[in-house]
Every structure is written in structure tokens, then in C-alpha cells.
């Protein structure tokens, strides 16, 4: 078994306000969400489904904003805005929803479209776990930005 390595800052609130640069992977890298033709995807239909589930999280879960992403063959990339204007001091937020953040967004992210998937009897799966980065400087969002509108370009390379 690997002993698995975590990225995330130990000093850090993930149910705080800020932005996270995230990547997740399909199981296996299998190629679910479509393939790149001159520099852009021609999504699957697990693809155009997963566009539309991605756009439905926030109204899930209203303290998330999804404001760049790029969904590639094989995983997707966004920048993921936790805003803690929605929570209140007890950790909830106006509708119940205990206050965990980032976390729990890329849980619900994730768990609603395998069980949307499995009630089509469509196969999906998400490799385990996911990939972040916390957003502090201006500077770091910008290349993040450009990383994620550069990717389908790059895919060959």
C-alpha cells in the first residue's frame, strides 16, 4: 500500500474564504471526458454531462464559485472560490450546511456525479483523492489562470 503524501497546509482554515486552484483526476486516466482536437475538447457525452453537473454545484453549495476551469480527456482543472461571506460563526451556513469549505465541495463535487452516473448505468469513477493549491498572490492566480486556458493546447506537448 503507498502512504499517501498531503499537500495541504496544516496551518491553514480549507473552510475559510479563498481561492484553490484544483485538479482531478479520472480513475486509471481513462479518457471519460472526451479527446482534444486542434488544441480543444470535443467532449463525450459524460463530458457535456459533466460541464453541466460542474455548473450545478454552486446553487448544491452557495458559498462555491467555480470561475475558470478546463475539463481535458482525462481530468479537469478549476479554480475553486470558497466565499465565507455565506457562512456564519457557528460554522453553517443560511441553509445547514456545515461549514467545511473546500473539502466538502470537491466531496459533493465528485460523489453526486459517480451516483448520477451510476443511475444512467453509465461507468465512471474519479481517481482517488485530488489535487490542491491554495491561492495567495495575484501573481500565482494569474499563471493558474493561463495554465488552465493553455492546457487543451498542450496536451500533445
Known amino acids: 500500500m503507498h502512504n499517501r503524501q498531503t499537500t495541504r497546509l496544516k496551518w491553514f482554515d480549507y473552510s475559510s474564504s479563498g481561492t484553490h486552484f484544483i485538479t482531478i483526476n479520472c480513475k486509471d486516466r481513462r479518457k471519460y471526458f472526451g479527446a482534444i482536437e486542434n488544441g480543444e475538447l470535443r ?14 454545484i454552486p446553487g448544491r453549495l452557495p458559498y462555491v464559485r467555480i470561475e475558470e476551469y478546463v475539463i481535458m480527456p ?5 479554480l475553486l472560490v470558497i466565499d465565507g461571506e455565506h457562512l456564519d ?14 473539502p466538502k465541495a470537491i466531496s459533493v463535487l ?19 483523492g485530488f489535487y ?17 486556458r493553455d492546457n487543451p493546447k498542450n496536451w500533445s506537448k
Open 43 to 56: 467532449p463525450s457525452s459524460i463530458g457535456r454531462q459533466f460541464e453541466e453537473h460542474l455548473h450545478s
Open 132 to 148: 490542491s493549491e491554495t491561492i495567495f498572490r495575484k501573481q500565482r492566480r494569474e499563471q493558474v489562470s493561463k495554465y488552465i
Open 89 to 102: 460563526k457557528n460554522g453553517a451556513n443560511q441553509f445547514g450546511h456545515l461549514k467545511e469549505g473546500m
Open 110 to 128: 465528485k460523489a453526486t456525479f459517480v451516483s448520477k452516473m451510476k443511475k444512467k448505468k453509465v461507468q465512471f469513477a474519479w481517481q482517488r
Open 74 to 78: 482525462d481530468h479537469i482543472h478549476f
